[in-house]
């Protein structure tokens, strides 16, 4: 069974701080995406990393696959309250479809 | 709009009834699934149907549990004599093949 483990599971900061969320597992991926999910609605897509060693930036963001493409990680340089939710990994097996979730990181940015 | 649409939004029920959860994925999406969701948590994966091939049901917890889809299109998520470990939030996402999921709100089931 291929698992993912999300760490930290809760992480609350004041504005302007940076903060790393982490994804780690034993299995091998094809490919690994973050989502954002706000209560009540269903997980956004932020990025898909595909390649080993890649890493993606997205504004203030920053995405790493890892070079065995096991683990990733999620980098957010000086959060803002507009930050705040609820950021889960996914990484895809081969070619299938589905996706298999971490836990997710619940991420408050205080003002 | 043109997003993953589910119905209803949210649902009550008593235990021992039977549930039916409606998605309808994204015009021309061909791969659809459903996920489960606790609260603050991460997804379970319950269920794939990619085109006309045969789903993948390895998600499913139980047999109280089934899904299908009509015509390549809406979905039904159907849990039988339902539980109260059954309260969760079921999400929807469709997809073309092989490419990242667009999810729905997802339905909030709730068992009294």
């Known amino acids: 069974t291929q698992l993912l483990e999300q760490s930290p599971q809760f992480l609350s900061i004041q504005e302007g701080e940076n903060l790393t969320v982490y994804c780690n597992s034993s299995?091998?991926?094809?490919?690994l995406q973050w989502y954002r999910q706000e209560p009540g609605e269903g997980p956004v897509l932020l990025v898909t990393?595909?390649?080993?060693?890649e890493v993606k930036k997205l504004k203030r963001l920053t995405f790493q696959f890892g070079d065995a493409r096991k683990d990733s990680s999620l980098h957010i340089t000086a959060a803002q309250p507009g930050d705040t939710g609820l950021y889960l990994c996914?990484?895809?097996?081969?070619?299938?479809?589905?996706?298999?979730f971490g836990q997710g990181t619940t991420l408050q940015v205080k003002p | 709009g043109a997003g993953v649409s589910q119905s209803p939004s949210n649902k009550v029920t008593e235990k021992g009834k039977d549930v039916e959860l409606r998605c309808d994925p994204i015009?021309?999406?061909?791969?659809l699934y459903w996920y489960r969701q606790s609260l603050g948590q991460g997804l379970e994966f319950l269920i794939y149907f990619q085109g006309n091939s045969a789903p993948d049901k390895s998600g499913l917890p139980s047999d109280r549990f089934s899904a299908e889809r009509t015509g390549g299109s809406v979905s039904t998520l159907t849990i039988q004599r339902t539980q109260q470990e059954d309260s969760a939030v079921y999400l929807c996402?469709?997809?073309?093949?092989?490419?990242?999921?667009?999810f729905g709100d997802g339905t909030r089931l709730s068992i009294l």
């Open positions: 299995s091998v991926f094809s490919s």
């Open positions: 015009s021309g999406h061909t791969a």
């Open positions: 996914a990484g895809r097996s081969g070619n299938t479809g589905k996706l298999i």
């Open positions: 996402a469709s997809s073309p093949h092989g490419q990242p999921q667009h």
């Open positions: 990393v595909v390649t080993g060693g």
